[in-house]
T-cell receptor, first 117, second 112 residues
Framework: GAVVSQHPSRVICKSGTSVKIECRSLDFQATTMFWYRQFPKQSLMLMATSNEGSKATYEQGVEKDKFLINHASLTLSTLTVTSAHPEDSSFYIC?????????????FGPGTRLTVL | GDSVTQMEGPVTLSEEAFLTINCTYTATGYPSLFWYVQYPGEGLQLLLKATKADDKGSNKGFEATYRKETTSFHLEKGSVQVSDSAVYFCRAGGTSYGKLTFGQGTILTVHP
């Protein structure tokens, strides 16, 4: 099956710094990638949808200047948490879809645990 | 809009017990339905899926049948193991672009 990787798997940073998380589709080209955030013992919250070569579409309530998303190629999307604060600590998960349609299967990365001190 | 309602947990079972985790959905059209499993500290893994009414998805002893008449996709396993302890998410893939809907997740703990 299709494989999606994320890097890093864990990151600890100081408050005020920026952190970049990479999401790669390893054996397929992903026209669309999705970024989710998961709080402890809660479900996934869709943050944004990114299409290769265009601006990401953010969900209501997600600060686009805080969470910068770049989808520069069909195999790579990055999420940058700018000026991170402790409340940004969370589990961030990306997924990739081949056709970009919601009802097609998405392939999920293993997640990145961000801890902001 | 689309929504998914899962049985609230946590669910605690003894090994070899029968498992049912209920999932119902509301959606326009006929969504594809999925169950994902998330082990502690890991991302989501697709467990099984069904793309049309009466389809049965199965994997690793888990099963779920797409019931259009009851808009349900309940997850079942006849005999759970300790290694099945995880969080299970039901998902409906709607027809709106990007609007995937997850249930709230059900924590399953299986004791020896």
């Amino acid at each position: 099956g299709a494989v999606v990787s994320q890097h890093p798997s864990r990151v600890i940073c100081k408050s005020g710094t920026s952190v970049k998380i990479e999401c790669r589709s390893l054996d397929f080209q992903a026209t669309t990638m999705f970024w989710y955030r998961q709080f402890p013992k809660q479900s996934l919250m869709l943050m944004a949808t990114s299409n290769e070569g265009s601006k990401a579409t953010y969900e209501q309530g997600v600060e686009k200047d805080k969470f910068l998303i770049n989808h520069a190629s069909l195999t790579l999307s990055t999420l940058t948490v700018t000026s991170a604060h402790p409340e940004d600590s969370s589990f961030y998960i990306c997924s990739a879809s081949i056709t970009g349609l919601a009802y097609n299967e998405q392939f999920f990365g293993p997640g990145t645990r961000l801890t902001v001190l | 809009g689309d929504s998914v309602t899962q049985m609230e947990g946590p669910v605690t079972l003894s090994e070899e017990a029968f498992l049912t985790i209920n999932c119902t959905y509301t959606a326009t059209g006929y969504p594809s339905l999925f169950w994902y499993v998330q082990y502690p500290g890991e991302g989501l893994q697709l467990l099984l899926k069904a793309t049309k009414a009466d389809d049965k998805g199965s994997n690793k002893g888990f099963e779920a049948t797409y019931r259009k008449e009851t808009t349900s996709f309940h997850l079942e396993k006849g005999s759970v193991q300790v290694s099945d302890s995880a969080v299970y998410f039901c998902r409906a893939g709607g027809t709106s672009y990007g609007k995937l809907t997850f249930g709230q997740g059900t924590i399953l703990t299986v004791h020896p």
